[in-house]
Structure formats: structure tokens, C-alpha cells
């Protein structure tokens, strides 16, 4: 009996918790100047209705110089199901934790303290995209970095249909929301 009890609790703890890692490409904007770099893998993760998204050991590249800025990270965010996708929104402070990439000593984001923070990002279950604004009033700028998913190369006739046409667009768009 007992592990029957066991194996049932389990598997509601399985139902109530689930996460998705996206590989993501990244653009950053600093004072009107964006600039792309590696993709970077980012975690989304449901309890209960309660989204939490993290974006692990972010580091700023300026000029090709490498700033590690730390792990972003909101959660307990209320998601909003609409058009095939979920939608969070998160305007508060938070604090950037120290990451853990061992190629870096030190973590800029634990000593900016508490950051305003605007995010809104969509997701299914195969494809994010989402805006950070990072609002840091001592240097009076906003860091803007903007996640979106990683598409597979399509080209051609995607849907096999003997033609190159709009079928294929749609084709191409079912494939990125996961239809």
C-alpha cells in the first residue's frame, strides 16, 4: 500500500512541475547599439500555474569584451493562455545572483543590489521569445536584451506538397508554434 501511495504522490508532483529549456539567440541593446551574441539556453518552468524564467549565467559582451553580469531569474509569474501560446508579464525589482560558468571570477549582478526589471515573454512548447529591460538608474541606461527562439532551416517545399506556395508559410508557421 504504501507504494502504491508513493508512486501515486509521484506522479502528482510530476503533473504539478514541469520545465522546458530553450535555446535561444541573444541581442542586447545599450544606449541605442545592439549587438548579437551566442545563444544562450533559458528555463522555463511551471508550478502550478506559476511561471518561473531563468536565464542562467548571462554575460554582456561590449566591444568584445565579456561582462559576466550573473543568473536572471523571476518567478511565481501568473502565464496567460492565448493564440497558441502562454504569455507572462513581470514589472518588479530582482536581484542578479552570481553565476556559476567557472571561466569567471567574479559576478557583476549581486553588487548592482535590487534592479528594476520589465519582462514579457511568449512561449510554447518549442519555441520563446522574450524582452528583459534592465533599468540601472545609477548609470541612468537600460539594458535591453531581447531572447527569441532558435528556428530550424527550412527551405523549399516543407510540406512535401509536390509545390513551393504559401502552404509551406503555414507549414513553417505550425512548425514554430508547435501545431
Not at 130 to 136: F, G, H, K, S, T
Not at 137 to 163: C, R, T, Y
Not at 171 to 177: H, K, W
Request: proline fraction near 3%; hydrophobic fraction near 45%.
Amino acid at each position: 500500500m504504501k507504494k502504491v501511495l508513493f508512486t501515486l504522490a509521484a506522479v502528482c508532483c510530476s503533473l504539478a512541475l514541469s520545465a522546458t529549456t530553450y535555446n535561444c539567440h541573444l541581442k542586447v541593446t545599450i544606449n541605442e547599439t545592439s549587438a548579437e551574441q551566442d545563444q544562450v539556453r533559458v528555463e522555463v518552468t511551471n508550478t502550478n500555474g506559476a511561471y518561473t524564467l531563468t536565464l542562467k549565467n548571462f554575460v554582456l559582451v561590449v566591444e568584445g569584451i565579456p561582462m559576466p553580469v550573473g543568473n536572471i531569474e523571476v518567478s511565481g509569474v501568473e502565464g496567460v493562455d492565448q493564440y497558441g501560446y502562454t504569455t507572462i508579464t513581470f514589472s518588479d525589482p530582482v536581484v542578479i545572483t552570481a553565476g556559476d560558468d567557472a571561466q569567471y571570477d567574479f559576478w557583476m549582478g549581486p553588487d548592482l543590489g535590487e534592479v528594476p526589471l520589465d519582462l514579457v515573454a511568449r512561449f510554447t512548447g518549442s519555441a520563446l521569445s522574450a524582452n528583459i529591460d534592465i533599468n540601472l538608474a545609477l548609470l541612468n541606461q537600460v539594458i535591453g536584451v531581447e531572447l527569441f527562439g532558435v528556428a530550424p532551416e527550412l527551405k523549399g517545399d516543407v510540406n512535401k506538397d509536390g509545390e513551393v506556395n504559401i502552404a509551406d508559410v503555414n507549414s513553417v508557421v505550425d512548425i514554430i508554434l508547435g501545431n
